[in-house]
């Protein structure tokens, strides 16, 4: 494995992926080198270099990152608890390497399939039981798949099967053997493009001090020569930096300004439906892109819910399915499973959450240390009584009274 080495290993170069022009690898090319409908080239660098796009991937990496996970062990009486001995909780939980963090590795793997469709990592193993992830660079991968559809990796010469690699893919429905997922770069070409355009048109209209073009005219005819050392004089005397002073005219000249503002083009109302348009394609709320145009506080509480739901748990849940398949043998998976701690992203509203908790304890319906553990706190010795708060006896008390009781 000479890539994953300290000193870096030049990638074999494969003939038959550069020379097929139906390729996933002439796919990647022409994607990178693409044009957009608004005439702009969005490579990486220039899609990190819009901010709407820039926040919305971020937020979403980052997030799968900030996100603990554990690994569980299923009991027979259908409790759950950390499986702290397995290898896996480590990885997953602590470092995944010497020198990465499992949130490190979560951050990179899930930045490639956002940009990209397609991240990698690969699980190497000691004794046959996992030892390490490491983040692999998706340009290092190449993807084939059998016959019967299961994927083949070959990463610096050596094949690899799903069971030691971690792969998460958007979705390409174009693709029905999904051998290349379609990542932000390519479904948000036209949306970047347009905001990168509409960035550039608003530098140079900023620029020169906000001060647009304006006919200076004379009376009588001027000859070119003439016209052409006025035009440079005023240039000289009222352009660039020393716009904004005063101008005398002599000879009858007049200056009139073109009316022009960026308003009368509707740049602003362009600039905010961009927002959207790539809040829509990553599924990252526009008050979390900075747009409160439209914000207040009860909604920003449930957009910042909306994308826990919706734009990061698909994340979240793809990840738990990939270190399952490459952490776990198919018998531990019968028994074990890989949970992210949630609790803090769903605080965005701590007032409705405390009144929920208050309520299922009030009902018997959870238990001291049920809420406990969902707020991420140590169990209680007394806190596995289903009795609510209120009253001094348990909840649900459905034990029948002695037959010689009085009714």
Known sequence: MG??????????????????????????????????????????????????????????????????????QDDADDSERAAKQHPAYQLV????????????????????????????????????????????PRQVVVLEYK???????RIDGREYGPADVIHLQTPNPSNPLQQRGLGLLHTGRDAI??????????????????RPGGVLSFKG?????????????????????????????????????????????????????????????TRVPATLLSDMSRATWSNSVQLDLQFVKYGLQPWLRAWCDAYARTLLTPEERATMHFEFDLSQLLMADPAARATAFGQYRSAGVMTANDVRRELNLPPLPDGDVLASPHVQSPANDNTQPPKDQAA
């Open 193 to 210: 493009g347009l905001a990168i355009l509409l960035e550039r048109s608003a530098s140079q209209l900023f620029k020169n001090n906000s």
């Open 221 to 281: 005819s001027l000859n070119p020569v003439a016209a052409g050392r006025i035009a440079q004089m005023w240039r000289s005397a009222h352009g660039g930096d020393k716009s904004g002073g005063i101008a005398v005219i002599d000879n009858e000249g007049k200056y009139e300004p073109i009316a022009f503002s960026s308003v009368d083009s509707q740049a602003i109302e362009q600039r905010a439906f961009v927002v959207s348009e790539i809040s829509r394609l």
């Open 3 to 72: 890539w994953f080495s300290r000193k870096s290993a030049p990638v074999a170069e494969v003939k038959s992926e550069l020379t097929d022009c139906t390729s996933d690898s002439w796919a990647a090319l022409c994607d990178a080198f693409a044009i957009s409908a608004s005439g702009v080239t969005v490579t990486v660098d220039a899609l990190m270099r819009c901010p709407p796009a820039e926040a919305a991937v971020s937020i979403t990496s980052n997030s799968t990152a900030g996100v603990s996970c554990r690994l569980l």
């Open 147 to 153: 016959p019967d559809g299961e994927p083949v990796y």
């Open 93 to 136: 939980h602590g470092f995944s390497n010497e020198w990465m963090s499992a949130g490190e590795i979560r951050r990179r793997v899930t930045l490639d399939a956002i940009i990209f469709g397609d991240g990698f990592a690969l699980v190497t193993r000691t004794a046959d039981r996992p030892a390490e992830i490491l983040y692999v």
